[in-house]
């Protein structure tokens, strides 16, 4: 737990200089300070303070923190947590408080609190500051959405792609079976399969991408096993088998890794086990 200890040896021996010095130090601070005392009435009200929540400062000090601004801040989990440290139990770290203010509109606030060890040990105070991370929040949502429209526009032209080279597959092997030139029925044939290579490499990268490393096995096995489905088939007494390392690789090497072997996969089953 972190705390902060004064020493009684202070030059500072005058209860009002010694509020007077306290009221310039919070003054000095950017962020909203309060000090509380130990039954977490306000000792000193910081001028940021003030002007972030638009409150007077005499309306502010001598005051509980739950009576201050309306009763904005009488949350009971909040007050639970500043009593457990005005009673040096614990502090707080990022504590986010979302609330709507009469006069400043709707705030998302981070609290952060400190128990004040005096070394006379007679009493105690709690300093308790606001981070105002409403703007933050805005532009984190806008960030999160801005990156679920990307993914949903992703997933659309992963779709669409998919889509179109199925049926240029589709068109490519129906051409071949109308030619009657023997070349030309091999040259449209070889395109696809090429096509439907490129479909297998796209198909198993979108399965397993949005961004993530690719696991290399797993994604060549998938890849194989379509490789053999579309080229092999039933009626060939070949099969295709996948051994690999464990590790992983990003969407960019899969695509080059995966164009590779399908080239090495298909000029293997052509050439090495002509029909």
Known sequence: MSTVTLSKEAPYVDLNDGLVLAQAVVDTMRDPLLVLDHDLRVIAAGRSFCQTFRLV????????????????????ELRELLEAISNGQSAIEGYEVELEFPTIGHRIMLLNARKVFYEAGAHSSVLLAFEDVTDRRAVERQVQDLMREKDMLLEEIQHRVANSLQIVASILILKARAVQSEETRLQLEDAHRRVLSIAAVQKHLHVSGGGKPIEVSGYLV???????QSMIGDSRPISLTVEADAGAMTSHDAVNVGLIVTELVMNALKHAFPL
């Open 222 to 228: 998938k890849l194989c096993e379509t490789l053999a």
């Open 57 to 76: 400062r005499e309306d502010v000090r001598g005051h509980l923190l739950y009576e201050i601004d309306g009763g904005q801040w009488n949350i009971p």
